[in-house]
């Protein structure tokens, strides 16, 4: 069964400082991987997500994220953070277009002035 | 492209009452529509999965008989909470996937309070 592991459940972070936010998964077959953001009181949206090919996928916000199949990574990356970033971000995982996704338990960003 | 809206934002109900929240895919056929529940400061937790026209799959540990679901149109998704009770006061995130597509496009949820 596939799991995902967000390994900082909080980053702070000031306005225009790059934020790294890590992404672990396991998975005995190939996955999709997505991150999702959450603002408050609000759904997901989708940032960004790698489906094949470049290992290097770009979204939206300036958001970028890379897939290391030897780590089992998807973390994910931006270089100058603004203070509407601050927000609640997902990793999630899925086993093919057919599967559900499994989420990771979030990591809460807080951009500070 | 890819919006999905839900309706209500926002309920406030007695307990024992039933509630129902719609989910719609504005611009796209969902062959297959989720339900989530996300409680405060936590990931979302996945409790059922409707295909078009067919009966929905619940996650181990849902009621099925509390937690109704339909999806009657490719466009459109119901969950109906049977006999509210406080415990069921959550945030409920609905997605919805188009066929042969990976990705699920969110709902903006639906924060449900039972009195």
């Known amino acids: 069964a596939q799991s995902v592991t967000q390994l900082d459940s909080q980053v702070p972070v000031f306005e225009e400082a790059p934020v790294e936010l890590r992404c672990n998964y396991s998975s005995s077959v190939s996955v999709y991987l997505f991150w999702y953001v959450q603002y408050p009181n609000q759904g997901l949206q989708l940032l960004l997500k790698y489906l094949s090919g470049s290992t290097l996928v770009k979204g939206i916000n300036g958001f970028e994220a890379e897939f290391n199949k030897s780590q089992t990574s998807f973390h994910l990356r931006k270089p100058s953070v603004h203070i509407s970033d601050t927000a609640e971000y997902f990793c999630?995982?899925?086993?093919?277009?057919?599967?559900?996704?499994?989420f990771g338990g979030g990591t809460r960003v807080l951009v500070k002035p | 492209g890819a919006v999905v809206s839900q309706h209500p934002s926002r309920v406030i109900c007695k307990s024992g009452t039933s509630v129902k929240i719609e989910c719609r895919s504005l611009?796209?056929?969902?062959?297959?529509m989720f339900w989530y529940r996300q409680f405060p400061k936590q990931s979302l937790m996945l409790m059922a999965t409707?295909?078009?026209?067919?009966?929905?799959?619940?996650e181990q540990g849902v009621e099925k008989d509390k937690f109704l679901i339909n999806h009657a149109s490719l466009t459109l998704s119901t969950l109906t909470v049977t006999s509210a009770h406080p415990e069921d006061s959550s945030f409920y995130i609905c997605?919805?996937?188009?066929?042969?597509?990976?990705?699920?496009?969110f709902g903006p949820g639906t924060r449900l309070l039972v009195l």
């Open positions: 409707s295909n078009e026209g067919s009966k929905a799959t619940y």
């Open positions: 611009d796209f056929q969902a062959t297959t």
């Open positions: 997605s919805a996937r188009g066929t042969g597509v990976e990705t699920q496009y």
């Open positions: 999630a995982v899925n086993e093919g277009a057919g599967n559900k996704l499994t």
